[in-house]
């Protein structure tokens, strides 16, 4: 195919827990169905033997209604869009719609999104979104309420989309208000994940709290070997630094704002907080760490130095590569530890995807169109244990139930002991959905943050000054509205 331009889940409590705690509309928690006979017969007949095409042909709807159009999608560099682009002719064969992708970094690609939606320029008919984002984006009324093009039956077969079938947290960060503004391709949540070998030699027990991690990383801290005791994010940024303090924060009792939305995040809770991220990274972190994010914490780790990091626990199939990895066979995972509280937190992370308000209508057919075969349960299939190509996606994150279900995807996930159980487990009962606040003003509220939590790291300032700065800087942010 030519490249395109450029342990079973068994809880009842996975579905209604994560399903109760964020939300999630009716629509979302509808019974899955089987399409009809007569939706099936409804597909092109042009097409109806194309064995590659026939999972998405059972949809019953005209999918080439906006042929000969052409979308471009920003995604950052990452193994699940090279597989996307590489796959992405079988779109275009069954839609008759042209795909080109853009790669950018993260954060150079919410500064772009942002800048292509508020202009109105249309340049990208949708973007990999960040969940933070939402409340801004619909606010300014950037992107499409998705529950028109849900609703419309010559657009979408329901019970083919199938939106019961993903999994509730991560559907449910692309809605704001009760409606749906995205399609997730991708999910993650936050754990920690460590060295078996190194805590066996040690014999030091696995950590069940914060303060017991702390103590863990200070018994296995040893620098003259190259080995350090733990390490989390210090790289600058709203998804970034602003991904892993959060649930510390949460975990140690902050609220982010008062009833009169006054922040209130410079609380004690909100200093010790800091204080306790400060102190892990600046006494068992390497000195480099300031400047980290999660590809130079991942590459540490497989490289034997790190014991310990607490992050995103999808992307870690390179642990299991020997290709790759100093600690294939010495891995181990475990959800988030509890904090002062009693509570663990954990992150509810997606890479989704909207349709640009501001692009002609028949590209936004085009758009959604493109949403439903990406997000499918055929696609997420083709891209994760039915892929042959040599990419190799190999990454526990697949946003269909249906297909965590499968065993066939899950023996594709042997990263490490206990992985399966952290992934589910924290799935189950982790999850905070104030974890950081939904509100307009995130992407500002989140840069003065991220810049506060690293000018405490870099010891520039006390934690306490830090968040007290941050503070004003956000009261002032909220005034605007």
């Given at each position: 195919m030519k490249q395109a331009k450029s342990e079973r889940i068994s809880r009842r409590s996975f579905?209604?827990?994560?399903?109760?705690g964020l939300g999630i509309t009716a629509a979302a928690t509808a019974l899955s169905a089987v399409p009809s006979?007569?939706?099936?017969?409804?597909?092109?007949v042009a097409q109806a033997n194309d064995p590659e095409l026939e999972p998405y042909l059972k949809a019953g709807i005209d999918w080439q209604q906006a042929k000969g159009e052409t979308i471009t999608i920003m995604v950052i560099p990452w193994v699940g869009y090279d597989i996307m682009q590489e796959l992405s002719p079988m779109f275009t064969k069954l839609s008759g719609v042209n795909v080109r992708y853009q790669?950018?970094?993260?954060?150079?690609?919410?500064?772009?999104?942002?800048?292509?939606?508020s202009t109105k320029a249309g340049q990208f008919a949708s973007t990999a979104m960040d969940p933070m984002y939402y409340p801004l984006y619909v606010s300014n009324k950037w992107v499409e309420d998705l529950d028109p093009y849900i609703n419309d039956p010559k657009l979408t077969n329901k019970e083919w989309l199938d939106l019961a079938d993903f999994v509730p947290a991560w559907l449910g960060s692309a809605q704001y208000k009760g409606k749906q503004y995205g399609l997730p391709y991708m999910g993650e949540c936050a754990g920690q994940v460590y060295r078996t070998d190194v805590y066996e030699k040690k014999g030091v027990p696995l950590p069940e709290t914060l303060a017991e991690f702390m103590e863990a990383a200070a018994k296995l801290h040893d620098p003259a070997n190259n080995l350090y005791g733990a390490v989390m994010r210090g790289f600058k940024g709203p998804g970034q630094n602003m991904y892993v303090w959060p649930p510390i924060f949460r975990m140690f009792g902050g609220e982010w704002f008062d009833k009169d939305d006054k922040p209130i995040f410079n609380s004690k809770a909100g200093v010790d907080a800091l204080a306790w991220y400060c102190e892990l990274n600046q006494k068992y972190a390497p000195s480099a760490a300031t400047n980290w994010n999660w590809p130079e914490i991942a590459d540490a780790f497989?490289?034997?130095?790190?014991?310990?990091?607490?992050d995103g626990i999808g992307g870690v199939g390179v642990f299991g590569d020997p290709k790759k990895s100093k600690v294939v066979g010495k891995v181990g995972f475990r959800g988030m530890p509890k904090g002062p509280t009693g509570k663990r937190v954990s992150t509810i992370w997606t890479w989704s995807f909207p349709i640009n308000a501001s692009i002609s209508d028949r590209a936004k057919?085009?758009?959604w169109l493109w949403a439903q075969w990406m997000s499918s349960k055929a696609f997420q299939a083709r891209s994760t244990y039915e892929y042959t190509g040599d990419k190799g996606r190999r990454s526990a994150d697949a946003v269909r139930l249906s297909i965590w279900k499968d065993e066939?995807?899950?023996k594709t996930l042997q990263f490490g002991k206990d992985f399966e159980k952290s992934?589910?487990?924290t799935l189950a009962s982790d999850l905070d959905p104030g974890w950081r606040p939904l509100v307009p003003q995130w992407p500002e509220m989140g840069n003065i943050l991220a810049t506060?939590?690293?000018?405490a790291l870099a010891k520039q300032a006390t934690p306490k000054a830090a968040l007290d700065e941050a503070a004003a800087q956000v009261a002032e942010v909220m005034k605007k509205g």
């Open positions: 579905l209604v827990r994560t399903a109760s006979a007569k939706a099936r017969a409804a597909a092109p790669i950018i970094p993260p954060l150079q690609l919410r500064e772009k999104h942002i800048l292509d939606l497989a490289a034997g130095t790190i014991v310990q990091y607490m057919r085009a758009t066939r995807y899950r992934m589910i487990d506060a939590v690293q000018k």
